[in-house]
């Protein structure tokens, strides 16, 4: 089990950039394949980027490939996400979350088994 934390969110301009983190205090998040997804007021959540539990592999939302990069550095429990050439549409409530599994559904909410609370991001055009 692991209790992800986001953190990072706030208020930026439209082609700024913002840089997110997403930490967890049990050593056992090295095992976990990490997703990011958001929720932009009044739609569903989506999927955002992905990362497998080795950083070896990375996957991205058509909608903000090439802005925005994912990472992670397990020595410190930690997963990241660098978002550049903000845009106003990028402003949503961003999540982590935690899975085991690691197939072509990736971007799929059910995939994940354990969330955090979600950190805020504004783009102001």
């Known amino acids: 089990q692991v209790q992800p934390v986001e953190s990072g969110g706030g208020l930026v301009q439209a082609g700024g950039s913002l840089r997110l983190s997403c930490a967890a205090s049990?050593?056992?998040?090295?095992?976990?394949?990490m997703g990011w997804f958001r929720q932009a007021p009044g739609k569903e959540r989506e999927f955002v980027a992905f990362?497998?539990?080795?950083?070896?592999?990375?996957r991205y939302a058509d909608s903000v490939q090439g802005r925005f990069t994912v990472s992670r550095d397990n020595a410190n429990n930690t997963v990241y996400l660098q978002m550049n050439s903000l845009k106003h549409e990028d402003t949503a409530v961003y999540y982590c979350?935690?899975?085991?599994?690691?197939?072509?559904?990736?971007?799929?909410?059910?995939?994940?088994?354990?969330w955090g609370q979600g950190t805020l991001v504004t783009v102001s055009s």
């Open positions: 979350a935690a899975t085991l599994s690691y197939g072509t559904r990736f971007f799929e909410e059910r995939q994940y088994d354990y």
């Open positions: 049990e050593r056992t998040f090295r095992i976990y394949n």
């Open positions: 990362i497998l539990r080795d950083g070896s592999s990375t």
